[in-house]
C-alpha cells in the first residue's frame, strides 16, 4: 500500500489556547481556516477545512474552554 499524502497530529493542552478564529470568505465558500493562537508561539497554527468542519471545532474549543 502506498501512501502519497501526509497527516499530522498536534496535541495542545486546552490551557495553551489563547484565542482561536474561523475565517471563511461567505457562504458558499468550500474551504475554511480555522487559526488557534497558543501561548508561546507568535503565530497561530492555520488548518485548512470545510466550514462545517471548522465551525463544529470552534464549538468544541469554545464549550471546553469558556465551561
Known amino acids: 500500500m502506498r501512501w502519497d499524502y501526509l497527516v499530522e497530529y498536534h496535541s495542545i493542552p486546552f490551557k495553551a489556547i489563547t484565542q482561536f478564529k474561523v ?18 508561539q507568535a503565530e497561530p497554527m492555520e488548518i485548512t477545512m470545510t466550514p462545517d468542519c471548522a465551525m463544529g471545532v470552534q464549538q468544541s474549543l469554545a464549550n471546553n474552554m469558556f465551561t
Open 23 to 40: 475565517e471563511t470568505a461567505g457562504r458558499f465558500e468550500m474551504e475554511s481556516e480555522l487559526k488557534i493562537y497558543v501561548s508561546g
